[in-house]
């Protein structure tokens, strides 16, 4: 499986910004799907992004739609998660996780449908 380490969390104030990086190592990254999940406390982790192995497609929760940005850099085995307007609601610890994908235009948005996860990163939003 590939290992997977975030960073770039860490403490903004509304409306402010911050980007997470995924940084993966193990196995040939472009080989696998990504996707960006969180959990805040006392609730469940909820999907928050995904892109495909090539990056060509993205996916995202409503609640993050046009504020959040994943993206990846095969050469860099990274993937992205740039946080734009961030809300205090966005306070979590935010996970990546990766899937083997077979096909190049597939994303999934399931935890289930992923088999490696990194430790998480904490990102905490002051109103």
């Known amino acids: 499986q590939v290992q997977l380490v975030e960073s770039g969390g860490g403490l903004v104030q509304a409306g402010g910004s911050l980007r997470l990086s995924c940084a993966a190592s193990?196995?040939?990254?472009?080989?696998?799907?990504m996707g960006w999940f969180r959990q805040a406390p006392g609730k469940e982790r909820e999907f928050v992004a995904a892109i495909t192995r090539t990056g060509g497609s993205t996916y995202y929760a409503d609640s993050v739609k046009g504020r959040f940005t994943i993206s990846r850099d095969n050469a860099k085995n990274t993937v992205y998660l740039q946080m734009n307007t961030l809300k205090p609601e966005d306070t979590a610890v935010y996970y990546c996780?990766?899937?083997?994908?077979?096909?190049?235009?597939?994303?999934?948005?399931?935890?289930?449908?992923?088999?490696?996860w990194g430790q998480g990163t904490q990102v905490t939003v002051s109103s």
């Open positions: 996780a990766a899937r083997r994908a077979y096909y190049s235009d597939i994303y999934y948005s399931t935890q289930s449908d992923f088999s490696s």
């Open positions: 193990g196995r040939t990254f472009s080989n696998y799907a």
